[in-house]
Nanobody, 124 residues
Framework: QVQLVESGGGLVQAGDSLRLSCAGS????????MGWFRQAPGKEREFVAG????????YYANSVKGRFTISRDNAKKTVDLQMNRLKPEDTAVYSC?????????????????WGQGTQVTVSS
């Protein structure tokens, strides 16, 4: 059993920054890839960023590349998403997810455990 708990969401203005954090427990955290996804009202869940098991490789959606940074601390069992220069179109519920493999995947079906999500709202 794996538990993932996100924190750090909130209401900000366009151009501001937020840092989301995901705390994991359960299976060996350091051996699995992690991802951040988001879902806006009326839209499908979409990949935002992923990080491999040791943090040596990251991958981003084109819409956030250059603005968001994913990182992990395996000793603390956390994965963070630093979001800079936020835009109104970044408004969504953000969820972290774990997949039972070392490498990144942008398909949400490749992840088997999910957090409950945290709301990020960016006003214009």
């Amino acid at each position: 059993q794996v538990q993932l708990v996100e924190s750090g969401g909130g209401l900000v203005q366009a151009g501001d920054s937020l840092r989301l954090s995901c705390a994991g427990s359960g299976r060996t955290f350091s051996t699995y890839a992690m991802g951040w996804f988001r879902q806006a009202p009326g839209k499908e869940r979409e990949f935002v960023a992923g990080i491999n098991y040791n943090g040596g490789f990251t991958y981003y959606a084109n819409s956030v590349k250059g603005r968001f940074t994913i990182s992990r601390d395996n000793a603390k069992k956390t994965v963070d998403l630093q979001m800079n220069r936020l835009k109104p179109e970044d408004t969504a519920v953000y969820s972290c997810a774990s997949r039972p493999y070392a490498g990144i995947d942008y398909n949400p079906r490749a992840y088997d455990y999910w957090g409950q999500g945290t709301q990020v709202t960016v006003s214009s």
